[in-house]
Nanobody, 126 residues
Framework: QVQLVESGGGLVQTGGSLRLSCASSGGSFSSYGVGWFRQAPGKEREFVAAVTRGDTGRRYADSVKGRFTVSRDNAKNTVYLQMNSLKAEDTAVYYC???????????????????WGQGTQVTVSS
């Protein structure tokens, strides 16, 4: 059974930075693609960023390109989301999730992800 735990969320001012972590236990972490999604109050969950199982590719939502960077450290079974130049519209609960399917690309669809963390709140104040 794979378990995911996000951390690193908090309150930050507009223009600030945060680094989220997603620690995994169980399963074969290096074999899985990992995605980050977010959900703001009253809105649907949306794709943010993802990294392939072999760290051969990264994908970003247009809204975060150039500001967010996803990376993974398989030795630590952890994926990171570095968020810079934060905006008020980045306020949401951020979730990491694992995609166990063998893909050469990162999926942007939440239904392709099998296991989810509990989420971490990011609040950007203007």
């Amino acid at each position: 059974q794979v378990q995911l735990v996000e951390s690193g969320g908090g309150l930050v001012q507009t223009g600030g930075s945060l680094r989220l972590s997603c620690a995994s236990s169980g399963g074969s972490f290096s074999s899985y693609g990992v995605g980050w999604f977010r959900q703001a109050p009253g809105k649907e969950r949306e794709f943010v960023a993802a990294v392939t199982r072999g760290d051969t590719g990264r994908r970003y939502a247009d809204s975060v390109k150039g500001r967010f960077t996803v990376s993974r450290d398989n030795a630590k079974n952890t994926v990171y989301l570095q968020m810079n130049s934060l905006k008020a519209e980045d306020t949401a609960v951020y979730y990491c999730a694992i995609d166990r399917a063998v893909r050469w690309y990162s999926s942007t669809y939440s239904w392709d992800y099998d296991y989810w963390g509990q989420g971490t709140q990011v609040t950007v104040s203007s």
